[in-house]
């Protein structure tokens, strides 16, 4: 397939105060060896220098400017914008390898049926590599009930349909944190998400503003799944399965919460477990 006939790609990359890493991200984008891609940055109004080192590029991207919103408005606003057949996010402390859009792409072309695929990773915490757990392992396909106790999917990893994305609703931006989580369990329960297990995404932590290392998460875990339970789309399977997962994260939750002399929020999580 020549680069005349390939389908174009939007790449959206949200970043906040990252002008830290911003610049390698992108850098990671351009050099892909894929043609062709539009590169779109949702800049949620940072205070730092990203907007300075955005302009650098000129042409070679646009930039979209809003009022800080938080990740899920942000790449909302990014897939807005974006005019390609297939949508893949890059958060702004990741980087991709060359290879990463081409080898996606093939997987699409030779996949029709195929609505949303990701790549593997490789791990780098505080500037060292790191071995995921065996409970962090990527499934491949109907991976609905393992998504339920953590998240699965990372949103460097993933191309998806335009069509399919906005089909879903896109991330819920009510959720200021395990946006993620909550669009690959509603993805993930009525289609199967394919893994490409080639390490294609560097996925780096350790940093301060990591929003997957904010305590408390499990309250927007616990949000999600009952906004699922809730929906009545789930199959009498899936149901049970929340409901055990939710029951359990909700006790956990709880007993957090009496630690920390929080007595009315464990009441609440500790009424969830029985409803």
């Known amino acids: 397939m020549n680069a005349a006939n390939r389908p174009l790609v939007s790449v959206v990359i949200p970043t906040f105060n990252r002008a830290w890493a911003v610049e390698r991200a992108v850098d ?9 891609f539009e590169l779109i940055i949702v800049d949620d109004g940072s205070t730092d220098q990203t907007s300075d080192i955005l302009a650098r590029y000129g042409d070679q991207l646009t930039v979209v400017y809003q009022e800080n919103q938080g990740v899920s408005a942000a ?8 005019q390609g057949d297939l949508i893949a996010f890059l958060d702004s402390d990741d980087y991709w390898k060359p290879q990463k859009l081409t080898v996606q792409v093939d997987f699409f072309t030779s996949h029709p049926d195929a609505l949303i695929c990701q790549t593997g990773e490789i791990w780098i915490r505080n500037g060292r590599p790191v071995n995921p757990g065996r409970r962090h392992k990527k499934l491949s396909g109907m991976i609905f009930e393992p998504s339920l106790e953590l998240c699965l999917v990372s949103p460097s990893a993933v191309m998806m349909r335009n069509t ?36 294609l ?41 929340a409901e055990k997962v939710l029951s359990r994260k909700c006790r956990i939750f709880a007993q957090g919460c009496r630690k920390r002399s929080r007595v009315d929020e464990a009441r609440y999580y500790e009424q969830l477990t029985r409803s």
């Open 75 to 82: 790449r909302n606003a990014g897939v807005a914008q974006a």
């Open 201 to 241: 995404v560097v996925k780096t932590g350790g940093h301060p503003d990591q929003l997957s290392a904010a305590p408390g998460l499990d309250q927007y875990r616990i949000r999600s799944i009952l906004n699922l339970l809730k929906s009545g789309d789930l199959t009498d399977e899936q149901q049970q399965a």
């Open 164 to 199: 399919f994305f906005k089909m879903m609703g896109g991330f819920d931006e009510t959720l200021p944190a395990c946006e993620d989580y909550d669009l690959w369990l509603r993805v993930s329960m009525r289609h199967p998400v394919y893994l490409i297990d080639a390490p």
């Open 28 to 36: 990671s984008v351009l050099e892909q060896d894929y043609r062709p």
